[in-house]
């Protein structure tokens, strides 16, 4: 189930060390941070947010090269560098105690920074990216295809080729050729085995959710994050789909907002 309306928040600017960063802040209680996936913005916890905000403080960021925050903001766009990024937005906010929710590939940006700072004391993976390459994701061909892209010559045809691609498989993506080729880069940088590791060694209480019929992260993939991430609830649908953050908003919000406070 969807809120009534989704959020219409304004969107704030933060000069951080590489640039200026957009992101949203609505709410107050237990500090909340969601990090979209590849591609993806703010835009994608719109439905979420207003089923948090009466009980959480929740913030929203645009990872660099997309929604509003330029690419230039922090130009490493592989895993480790934008969990790098989101730590530094949690430095220049001055935020502590801080539960941290990644959607798609954001769930993989989360459990990196997760990993590695106190400052974080609990996951949420939605819909996540898990150990293995999951249907949605072909790594080889995104390697392949980087090259290309940083061609002149072969750029136009590589960012209408993934354009196309990205909007035939449900993401809103706007015009920006960055936010094509940012997603390419960081799709091509994942390595899956790392994130494996990362996910072993991980200890903070982690909230694992996805739905049966996603089509981009099949339900193999997040049954084994079930059983690979810390202890902390489960939460499955039959339906809903990659974007359960909208599709069950309300649900998602029922489990984790008391979970979160306490």
């Given amino acids: 189930?969807?809120?009534?309306?989704?959020?219409?928040?304004?969107?704030?600017?933060?000069?951080?060390?590489?640039?200026?960063?957009?992101?949203?802040?609505?709410?107050?209680?237990?500090?909340?941070?969601?990090?979209h996936g590849m591609p993806g913005s703010i835009f994608d916890f719109r439905w979420?947010?207003?089923?948090?905000?009466?009980?959480?403080?929740?913030?929203?960021?645009?990872l660099p090269g997309f929604g509003k925050t330029p690419r230039a903001a922090h130009p490493s766009p592989d895993i480790e560098g934008m969990a790098d990024f989101i730590?530094?937005?949690?430095?220049?906010?001055?935020?502590?105690?801080?539960?941290?929710l990644g959607h798609s590939l954001g769930g993989a940006i989360a459990t990196r920074a997760a990993a590695i700072d106190e400052r974080i004391v609990a996951l949420v993976l939605v819909s996540s990216a898990g150990p293995y390459?999951?249907?949605?994701h072909f790594p080889k061909t995104y390697r392949f295809l980087v090259p290309f892209a940083h061609n002149p010559v072969?750029?136009?045809?590589?960012?209408?080729?993934g354009r196309k691609t990205l909007r035939w498989a449900g993401f809103h993506i706007g015009n920006s050729d960055e936010t094509v080729l940012t997603a390419l880069e960081c799709a091509a940088s994942i390595n899956f085995k790392r994130h494996g590791e990362t996910l072993k060694e991980l200890t903070k209480p982690t909230t694992v959710i996805w739905a049966k019929d996603d089509?981009?992260?099949?339900?193999?993939?997040?049954?084994?994050?079930?059983?690979?991430?810390?202890?902390?609830?489960?939460?499955?649908f039959d339906t809903g789909g990659h974007n359960i953050q909208k599709t069950r908003a309300i649900e998602i919000a029922q489990m984790l907002c008391p979970w979160i406070s306490n």
């Fill in 1 to 35: 189930m969807q809120p009534n309306q989704p959020s219409d928040a304004e969107t704030k600017f933060i000069e951080m060390s590489g640039g200026v960063s957009a992101y949203t802040d609505e709410g107050s209680g237990p500090v909340l941070v969601c990090v």
């Fill in 48 to 62: 979420l947010e207003p089923a948090l905000s009466p009980h959480l403080r929740v913030l929203r960021i645009d």
């Fill in 87 to 100: 730590l530094q937005f949690i430095d220049f906010m001055g935020l502590d105690k801080i539960t941290l």
């Fill in 133 to 136: 390459s999951h249907r949605g």
């Fill in 154 to 161: 072969t750029r136009p045809l590589i960012v209408s080729m």
């Fill in 215 to 236: 089509r981009i992260v099949e339900p193999r993939v997040s049954k084994i994050l079930k059983e690979t991430a810390p202890a902390g609830p489960r939460l499955h």
